[in-house]
């Protein structure tokens, strides 16, 4: 990536201040816009670099979940999902490095369409949660709930690595397992941390992380701020139905878009 790909038009700043602040809301209290900020961003810059561009505000944003939630996090859970979670995010770094080593256009066309399908499966599963968690897995057999530990760390941490989307398919996860409120904040901000940070050195080495994408992500600093900041003022005075509506819909538009090009 060159310093030319970072000169934005008045408009794709806005985008992108936009993918800022919607990534500090999600990790202060509005999880789901989270899934907002990966179709905008891959609208903004090529799809091959918009996830390892994207990852260092989630980092950032992640540390502010860690710095307020860390104390309740339920560590047995994390050592369940996180194994095979590194396993799928190093599946996932070889499937974006035999991608990138081909035609680049098609390459950007592959994971585009990749992401745009991605979330809108996604979706479809966010709208089946609730028939997922009337299911208990805590009370399956041992080795099925291990089974699905395996599973579901294995499938977040290789669309983690391809489009920083594995949050709605870790947080069905965690409500299955009827953890408290405060355990299930801080146990997913740890997940998120954890995984985040260990997918930066796979995005420098597939080159979607340099300097100047880093001065990029310095200047959106504090707008990402602003937005957790602002989600503590709008999760204290909006109905949570309404909310999940309007990101629903603002995540399925950019998908759309993303598939039509």
Not at 114 to 120: A, F, K
Request: proline fraction near 5%; charged fraction near 10%; include cysteine.
């Amino acid at each position: 990536m060159t310093e030319e790909l970072f000169t934005l038009s008045p408009s794709g700043w806005l985008l992108a201040c936009i993918c800022a602040l919607v990534v500090g809301m999600s990790k202060a209290g509005l999880p789901g816009l989270g899934s907002v900020a990966v179709p905008l961003m891959a609208m903004l810059f090529p799809p091959t670099w918009s996830s390892g561009i994207l990852l260092p505000l989630l980092v950032a944003g992640d540390f502010i979940g860690v710095f307020h939630f860390n104390r309740h996090a339920h560590w047995p859970t994390l050592l369940r999902l996180l194994p095979t979670a590194f396993c799928g995010i190093v599946l996932g770094f070889f499937l974006m490095r035999h991608l990138l080593a081909g035609d680049f256009e098609r390459a950007n066309h592959i994971i585009k369409l990749s992401i745009g399908l991605l979330i809108l499966a996604l979706l479809l599963l966010n709208l089946a949660k609730d028939s997922l968690l009337k299911c208990d897995w805590e009370r399956l057999p041992h080795a099925v709930n291990w089974a699905l530990a395996v599973f579901f760390g294995l499938l977040a941490g290789i669309t983690t690595q391809v489009a920083n989307a594995a949050g709605p398919i870790i947080l069905i996860y965690l409500l299955s397992m009827r953890l408290p409120k405060e355990r299930f904040i801080g146990t997913s901000a740890w997940y998120f941390c954890i995984l985040n940070c260990s997918k930066l050195p796979f995005m420098v080495g597939l080159g979607s992380i340099n300097w100047h994408s880093l001065y990029f992500n310095l200047k959106l600093l504090p707008i990402l701020l602003a937005g957790a900041l602002l989600a503590v003022f709008i999760s204290a005075r909006m109905k949570e139905k309404h909310f999940s509506k309007l990101v629903f819909g603002l995540t399925l538009i950019a998908a759309v878009k993303l598939l039509l090009g």
